[in-house]
């Protein structure tokens, strides 16, 4: 009869905490999140930037064409404007900022050379 209700409850048990998610895999799965977009939307500045004589968009919006995923144009900052070939240092030239900052105050940006990161917020 023990051994019965020992079986039962190790199931039950198991499944009441499936959907729980430590606080670092709740991190760890928003900053992934966070880092997909940006990505796909440096990139779509990228392709923008090709088909339009090498200038950025002057716009978030001007990206939806460009980008696979919908997003809100007002989530994001386009920080750099203007032509691409005149951004100097484009490894530390933040080009895409998210507005709504990671936890431990951290913040999604990509770079005007392509890269994206997850910095401290400034």
Excluded at 81 to 99: F, Q
Aim: a negative charge; proline letters at 6%.
């Amino acid at each position: 009869m023990k051994i019965r209700n020992t079986l039962v409850m190790i199931p039950t048990i198991a499944l009441l905490f499936a959907g729980c998610q430590s606080p670092s895999q709740g991190r760890y799965d928003d900053n992934i999140s966070a880092m997909h977009l940006i990505k796909q939307l440096a990139l779509g500045c990228y392709m923008h930037a090709q088909d339009n004589a090498g200038t950025l968009p002057s716009t978030m919006t001007d990206l939806k064409p460009y980008v696979d995923e919908s997003f809100d144009p007002d989530a994001y900052d386009l920080v750099v404007s203007g032509r691409l070939s005149d951004i100097e240092n484009p490894g530390e030239t933040v080009l895409i900022r998210r507005k709504r900052l990671l936890r431990d105050d951290q913040q999604a940006v990509a770079f005007a050379d392509g890269h994206a990161a997850i910095i401290p917020a400034r």
